[in-house]
């Protein structure tokens, strides 16, 4: 670790004098409604902001509540979540929102512990929420806040693990307005990426996007594609031959999408399961 750090005031002081001059706008920091939230925190896993944006606000067009993502059959679900990718967040999602919805009489919980009962909501996704929708002051990390310590703390180190940087959050947590000091931390450290060497490569946990083409991904999502579009169903090579995906590639993607609970088959046809 550095010898010359900042205290915890001071540090706190650089990043909301940063904040308060250069603060970011997204639709998702202007409501504290748990399910809104909730749709921007797993949206924003693994996609870009800029993509987000769009499909967030079209999503919640469609699903103003969580009574209409609750109410939704999968196959709409994936359908209106096609073009953001990571097809099982939106499954998780639906049946994070089934459970609010049948369970809780809509009523999200207002705490970290039982928001990680949901399903699909981990660590990061039950901490992010109690905190942007409650202000609650949770201990989380996240790519922008695990380059923002590591710049801070451990700028000559490597392999920087995220539990040498959790007393530090812990530590330095502005507990006045945990909301915005979080949405303070996220700024500094995508504007960090703008200007220096990604301090996030320096971390153990970094590990760059395997190639999408080729890769079963691209044909898992190329089924769901074509199956939330044809809900009677379709084969595999009708499949191939549209998606010009390999037959084996789309098999794999298939067996597991349907251990997965995603799709069922009868006989040659795949379709969404209902």
């Known amino acids: 670790m550095a010898v010359n750090v900042p205290s915890a005031s001071d540090f706190q002081e650089i990043i909301l004098n940063y904040f308060n001059h250069n603060v970011r706008q997204f639709p998702w920091r202007d409501t504290q409604d748990p399910y809104k939230i909730l749709v921007s925190e797993i949206m924003l896993q693994q996609t870009q902001t800029e993509r987000v944006i769009k499909k967030y606000a079209q999503w919640l067009s469609i699903y103003p509540t969580v009574k209409e993502a609750a109410e939704s059959p999968l196959s709409d679900i994936l359908l209106n979540w096609n073009g953001l990718g990571y097809n099982r967040r939106a499954k998780f999602l639906h049946e994070a929102c089934k459970k609010v919805y049948y369970e ?37 990390i996240e790519t922008n806040i695990r380059s923002v310590f590591i710049f801070f703390y451990f700028p000559d180190d490597q392999q920087v693990r995220d539990k040498q940087i959790f007393p530090l959050i812990e530590k330095t947590l502005y507990k006045d307005n945990p909301r915005n000091w979080y949405y303070a931390l996220m700024d500094y450290g995508a504007e960090l990426k ?30 769901l ?7 009677n169903g379709m084969k595999l090579n009708t499949i191939q031959d549209i998606e010009c995906i390999g037959y084996s590639r789309l098999e794999e993607a298939a067996v597991k999408l349907v251990s997965e609970g995603y799709i069922q088959k009868s006989g040659d046809l795949y379709c969404i399961k209902t």
């Open 104 to 140: 809780c009489n809509s009523v999200f919980p207002s705490n970290s512990q039982d928001l990680k009962r949901l399903p699909g909501v981990g660590d990061y996704t039950s901490c992010a929420v109690s905190c942007f929708a409650f202000n609650n002051p949770e201990v989380f």
């Open 225 to 231: 594609r074509q199956l939330v579009q044809n809900k």
């Open 194 to 223: 703008k200007k220096i060497k990604n301090p996030g490569r320096q971390s153990a946990h970094y590990s760059k996007q395997t190639k999408f083409e080729g890769s079963i991904r691209q044909a898992r999502g190329a089924l």
